[in-house]
């Protein structure tokens, strides 16, 4: 059974940081692009870091500079380090499994509120 359990949300302040935290198993954690996105309430989910098998990542413009994805294949752990969190980055986050194949896998999601 596949699982990916994100973890490391939770209320911060304005200029703050987070870091979270995606543990998968039941895949080869190895050979899938990892990815976290965001869902803030009324609007589409979002992607805003990648990071591939290969390990080169991407980011959205939005958090470039301030946020960093890195991954631990020994422990099957995608984590994403945010700094100078905005309230606009108030959202439900999501690690995200993909191999470019059909088959993609979704965690449940970890709450960050970022207050003003």
């Known amino acids: 059974q596949v699982q990916l359990v994100e973890s490391g949300g939770g209320l911060v302040q304005a200029g703050g940081s987070l870091r979270l935290s995606c543990k998968a198993s039941?895949?080869?954690?190895?050979?899938?692009?990892m990815r976290w996105y965001h869902q803030a309430p009324g609007k589409q989910r979002e992607l805003v870091a990648t990071?591939?098998?290969?390990?080169?990542?991407n980011y959205a413009d939005s958090v470039k500079g301030r946020f960093t994805i890195s991954r631990d294949n020994a422990k099957n752990v995608v984590s994403l380090q945010m700094n100078s969190l905005q309230p606009d980055g108030t959202a439900v986050y999501y690690c995200?499994?993909?191999?470019?194949?059909?088959?993609?896998?979704w965690g449940r999601g970890t709450q960050v509120t970022i207050s003003s």
């Open positions: 995200n499994a993909y191999n470019g194949g059909i088959i993609e896998y």
């Open positions: 039941g895949i080869i954690f190895s050979i899938y692009d």
């Open positions: 990071i591939t098998s290969g390990g080169t990542t």
